[in-house]
Each structure stands twice: as structure tokens, then as C-alpha cells.
């Protein structure tokens, strides 16, 4: 089995760091492979002109991924970039982990608290949330005010802020379970089972929850709908 991961610009150091958590959250025996999505930024997505700007680049990506033989494709991160527009190119699965967890977390608890990093995020990640149809069961959303390209080298001031949010959310909000839509966080920089052993909830990891999600869509032959996500062509460059 082969799955794309599609991955923001970053260092190579930052792109060295992604692959290590993504490898070691797939079953053994399936590949990965990782497609760069031109002009995305990484770190750097604020805001949903970022998202439209990115579409086209990531939904080429998506189609090269199909013709070299993969047997689903998945986005890096949260805001789950080209998987709306490659779902109407591609006949293979197509992931975004922010929806994928969302959904997760809904399935575990009546009520999550949504923690992310900055304030710009906490917006798009709003706004998504309730696109997703998971708006009743997010009760609380909240930022650690730091830029995500920061957070491998202040782990334990992530821990800090990560940790009093959550805490608060499940005081003020009754939140049941934590859900961090920012793999800077987790699991970058953070291990989602020791911050639920501190905090006394769930903290859910989106990234192995999509991995073996797709893993499973591909075994059992489901696909995205054709009814949802009608054929298109990208236009001829």
C-alpha cells in the first residue's frame, strides 16, 4: 500500500521532523511518499486566501499522486489543504486530518475543546468546524499565541500554555476531550497520551487516526462520493 502525504515548503530539517511522525504513525509494510505543495508556505497559513491561493498547486499534486501508482492521498496539518479540490480529481481516497479528527473526537465525547496556535488559526479552524457538521459538540476553542515555526524549540513553554488552556477549557467549558488542530503541537512537539495524563481527558493525535484511516479506506475500496465531488479536469497549464 502506498499513500502521498502533501506537505507544506519547508527546511529540510522541518520537512526531516514531519516524516519521522508520519512514519512512525502508518501500519508496517506501507509507504509514504511526500509531495511539496508549490507556494503553500509552510507555517505560514493565516488565513482562507491561503487556501484558495494553495488549491491548484495541491489538487495537481493530488492527480500526480493517482498516476504514480498511490493508493490514497493524504494532507499534512490541520487545515487540510486540496483535499476538498483533489476529492473531485482523483479515483482514490483523499484525507484532510483537521475533518478526520473533528469527527474522531465527536465519536468519543459529547463535548471537545478545539486548542490551536494563534488566533488567525482559531478562526479558519471555526469556520471548519462547523463546515464539518461537528459544531454541537465543540464547546470550547482556544490559542497558545505562538507561531507554529517556533514550537520545536520552546517545547516546554508549549507544554505550559498547551496544558493551562486545556485546563481551562475543561473547568470552564466542561470540555471531555481535547483536540489539537496544529501538528506543531501535536505531535511535533508534544506526546498527545503524557498531556492527557496530566490534564484528565482525552488529548486525540490527528495524525495516526487519518494515517490508519486511510489505510482502511484503502483495504475495504471506499472512496470519496462522485455525488458529493462530481469528475472535473484540472485546466491544461
Same mark, same amino acid.
Given at each position: 500500500?502506498?499513500?502521498?502525504?502533501?506537505?507544506?515548503?519547508?527546511?529540510?530539517?522541518?520537512?526531516?521532523?514531519?516524516?519521522?511522525?508520519?512514519?512512525?504513525?502508518?501500519?508496517?509494510?506501507?509507504?509514504?511518499?511526500?509531495?511539496?505543495?508549490?507556494?503553500?508556505?509552510?507555517?505560514?497559513?493565516?488565513?482562507?486566501?491561503?487556501?484558495?491561493?494553495?488549491?491548484?498547486?495541491?489538487?495537481?499534486?493530488?492527480?500526480?499522486?493517482?498516476?504514480?501508482?498511490?493508493?490514497?492521498?493524504?494532507?499534512?496539518?490541520?487545515?487540510?489543504?486540496?483535499?476538498? %479540490?483533489?476529492?473531485?480529481?482523483?479515483?482514490? !481516497? &483523499? +484525507?484532510? *486530518?483537521?475533518? @478526520?479528527?473533528?469527527?474522531? $473526537?465527536?465519536? #468519543?465525547?459529547?463535548?471537545?475543546?478545539?486548542?490551536?496556535?494563534?488566533?488567525?488559526?482559531?478562526?479558519?479552524?471555526?469556520?471548519?468546524?462547523?463546515?464539518?457538521?461537528?459544531?454541537?459538540?465543540?464547546?470550547?476553542?482556544?490559542?497558545?499565541?505562538?507561531?507554529?515555526?517556533?514550537?520545536?524549540?520552546?517545547?516546554?513553554?508549549?507544554?505550559?500554555?498547551?496544558?493551562?488552556?486545556?485546563?481551562?477549557?475543561?473547568?470552564?467549558?466542561?470540555?471531555?476531550?481535547?483536540?489539537?488542530?496544529?501538528?506543531?503541537?501535536?505531535?511535533?512537539?508534544?506526546?498527545?497520551? %503524557?498531556?492527557?495524563?496530566?490534564?484528565?481527558? !482525552? &488529548? +486525540?493525535? *490527528?495524525?495516526? @487516526?487519518?494515517?490508519?484511516? $486511510?489505510?482502511? #479506506?484503502?483495504?475495504?475500496?471506499?472512496?470519496?462520493?462522485?455525488?458529493?465531488?462530481?469528475?472535473?479536469?484540472?485546466?491544461?497549464?
Amino acid at each position: 500500500m502506498k499513500i502521498m502525504v502533501l506537505v507544506n515548503e519547508y527546511t529540510p530539517e522541518a520537512l526531516a521532523r514531519r516524516k519521522v511522525v508520519v512514519e512512525a504513525a502508518v501500519s508496517a509494510g506501507v509507504e509514504v511518499g511526500y509531495a511539496v505543495i508549490e507556494g503553500s508556505g509552510g507555517g505560514k497559513a493565516t488565513t482562507n486566501l491561503h487556501r484558495t491561493l494553495a488549491a491548484p498547486a495541491a489538487a495537481r499534486e493530488v492527480v500526480n499522486a493517482e498516476k504514480a501508482g498511490y493508493d490514497a492521498v493524504v494532507a499534512w496539518g490541520t487545515y487540510d489543504l486540496g483535499v476538498e %479540490e483533489g476529492r473531485h480529481l482523483v479515483d482514490i !481516497p &483523499v +484525507l484532510g *486530518p483537521g475533518r @478526520v479528527a473533528a469527527h474522531m $473526537a465527536a465519536t #468519543l465525547c459529547q463535548r471537545f475543546a478545539v486548542i490551536s496556535t494563534r488566533s488567525t488559526s482559531i478562526k479558519m479552524h471555526r469556520a471548519a468546524i462547523k463546515g464539518w457538521g461537528v459544531e454541537d459538540w465543540a464547546v470550547d476553542f482556544r490559542y497558545l499565541d505562538m507561531p507554529p515555526m517556533d514550537m520545536p524549540n520552546q517545547a516546554d513553554e508549549v507544554r505550559r500554555r498547551f496544558i493551562a488552556c486545556a485546563r481551562a477549557a475543561v473547568a470552564e467549558s466542561d470540555a471531555e476531550l481535547i483536540l489539537p488542530l496544529a501538528y506543531s503541537i501535536v505531535p511535533l512537539t508534544q506526546n498527545s497520551a %503524557e498531556l492527557a495524563e496530566e490534564i484528565g481527558v !482525552p &488529548v +486525540l493525535n *490527528p495524525l495516526p @487516526v487519518t494515517m490508519r484511516l $486511510a489505510e482502511a #479506506l484503502v483495504v475495504s475500496g471506499f472512496k470519496n462520493s462522485r455525488e458529493t465531488y462530481p469528475r472535473a479536469e484540472l485546466p491544461q497549464a
